[in-house]
């Protein structure tokens, strides 16, 4: 059964700290891996889509990498706007091809 | 439209009521998505739809739940007797894909509360 696995559960950084965040999958046949953040109240909203392993995408201080058994989102000198719920997520090639698999999210708090 | 909208944006029922939620998906996306987050898990997939391809109803937690999508846009998810554990956000997605792009694009979601 396909599955995604975060970690940690929640992260307390201060202004300028970088870290990362993991994210652990098992699927059939990985045809994506995504990262969104999503904001309290509001629906998740994308930032990268990763395919293969070795693979990298930037945004601003976002980072996300891809092995062919984990993603990590590294963030580089953290803002306070960057405090949100960070999620992961896989499509896979199997019989869940029509459906996003997530996890349960990271949540990030950046203190000023 | 700008995005997803979802209406009612919080909606309080009774045990044992029936409820209707309401999506309206950007405005030529193919495939819609129904998807479940309840405090502290991840979001639950419930059902997808693809133009007019018989949808995907394997994450309808039982047979309560039901889904229609009108004319390949918008879409009402169905809850009948309500029950306390019914109570999550529904969040609704469309996108692309498979044609396009296979990001998805969330709104802001329904807060359903079940007394």
């Known amino acids: 059964e396909d599955q995604v696995t975060q970690s940690p559960e929640a992260l307390r950084l201060q202004e300028g700290e970088s870290s990362s965040l993991n994210c652990s999958y098992t699927?059939?046949?990985?045809?994506?891996l995504f990262w969104y953040r999503q904001d309290p109240g509001k629906g998740p909203e994308f930032l990268f889509t990763l395919y293969s392993a070795g693979e990298e995408k930037e945004k601003e201080r976002l980072k996300a990498t891809l092995t062919k058994k984990e993603s990590f989102l590294h963030i580089t000198a953290p803002k306070p706007e960057d405090s949100a719920t960070y999620l992961c997520?896989?499509?896979?090639?199997?019989?869940?091809?029509?459906?996003?698999?997530f996890g349960t999210g990271t949540l990030l708090a950046v203190q000023p | 439209g700008a995005g997803v909208s979802q209406s009612p944006s919080n909606k309080v029922t009774e045990k044992g009521k029936d409820v209707e939620l309401r999506c309206d998906p950007i405005s030529g996306h193919t495939a819609l998505y129904w998807y479940r987050q309840s405090l502290g898990q991840g979001l639950e997939f419930l059902i997808y739809?693809?133009?007019?391809?018989?949808?995907?109803k394997s994450g309808l937690p039982s047979d309560r739940f039901s889904a229609e999508r009108t004319g390949g846009s918008v879409s009402t998810l169905t809850i009948q007797r309500t029950q306390q554990e019914d109570s999550a956000v529904y969040l609704c997605?469309?996108?692309?894909?498979?044609?396009?792009?296979?990001?998805?694009?969330f709104g802001s979601g329904t807060q359903l509360s079940v007394l």
């Open positions: 997520a896989v499509r896979g090639y199997g019989g869940a091809t029509n459906k996003l698999i």
């Open positions: 739809f693809q133009g007019n391809s018989a949808p995907d």
């Open positions: 699927v059939s046949g990985l045809r994506g």
């Open positions: 997605a469309s996108s692309d894909f498979p044609g396009g792009n296979e990001k998805l694009f």
